[in-house]
Nanobody, 121 residues
Framework: QVQLVESGGGLVQAGGSLRLSCAAS????????MGWYRQAPGKQRELVAA???????DYAGSVKGRFTISRDNAKNTVYLQMNSLKPEDTAVYYC???????????????WGQGTQVTVSS
């Protein structure tokens, strides 16, 4: 089994910054893509940012230029640096990881439990 544990959420004023972390642990051979999603009340979960094992990144248009995704492959950890936060960034943020397990041919996507980010105006 694999666990993803997120940290770093909280309450911040508009214009402020937060850094989210997500550490993967368990039966991991390697991790392919990692990403951050968010879900606001009454809305569908949406992709915020993603990063490949090689470091290529992709961002939602609404966060481009404000958020930066990065990863530390040695620590199986993905980060999301969020700057210039806006009230509309308020949501529960989830990380996910596409994991190659220890058994040959096993690959599965795992999700973290979510961390609340609240941006006050």
């Amino acid at each position: 089994q694999v666990q993803l544990v997120e940290s770093g959420g909280g309450l911040v004023q508009a214009g402020g910054s937060l850094r989210l972390s997500c550490a993967a642990s368990g039966s991991i051979f390697s991790i392919n893509d990692m990403g951050w999603y968010r879900q606001a009340p009454g809305k569908q979960r949406e992709l915020v940012a993603a990063i490949t094992s090689g470091g290529s990144t992709d961002y939602a248009g609404s966060v481009k230029g404000r958020f930066t995704i990065s990863r530390d492959n040695a620590k199986n950890t993905v980060y999301l640096q969020m700057n210039s936060l806006k009230p509309e960034d308020t949501a529960v943020y989830y990380c996910n990881a596409r994991v190659n397990g220890l058994r040959v041919g096993s690959i599965r996507t795992y999700w973290g439990q979510g961390t609340q980010v609240t941006v006050s105006s």
